[in-house]
Nanobody
């Protein structure tokens, strides 16, 4: 089993920055893809960013490229989401995730609230 715990959310003014952290524990993670998703009230959960633990592969939602950066600290089993130039539209609950495909495994954190004021 994998346990994911997010932290770092809060209230920030438009144009500001936040860094979210996701601490992972339970197993080795070399075969996992780590991701960030977000969900605003009444909307679907949207993909934000993803990264592999090794290999340096990263992926972003097209609309977020250049503002959000996913990174990892493998020694700490922690993945980060640096969010810059925040907009009110970024307000959502942000979820950390871990995924494998063979076999298919999916784990989610409890989420952390990010609120961007105008």
């Amino acid at each position: 089993q994998v346990q994911l715990v997010e932290s770092g959310g809060g209230l920030v003014q438009a144009g500001g920055s936040l860094r979210l952290s996701c601490a992972a524990s339970g197993r080795t993670f070399s075969s996992y893809v780590m991701g960030w998703f977000r969900q605003a009230p009444g909307k679907e959960r949207d993909f934000v960013a993803a990264a592999t633990w090794s290999g340096g592969n990263t992926y972003y939602a097209d609309s977020l490229k250049g503002r959000f950066t996913i990174s990892r600290d493998n020694a700490k089993n922690t993945v980060y989401l640096q969010m810059n130039s925040l907009k009110p539209e970024d307000t959502a609950v942000y979820y950390c995730s871990a995924h494998t495909v063979l076999p298919s495994r999916h784990y989610w954190g409890q989420g952390t609230q990010v609120t961007v004021s105008s």
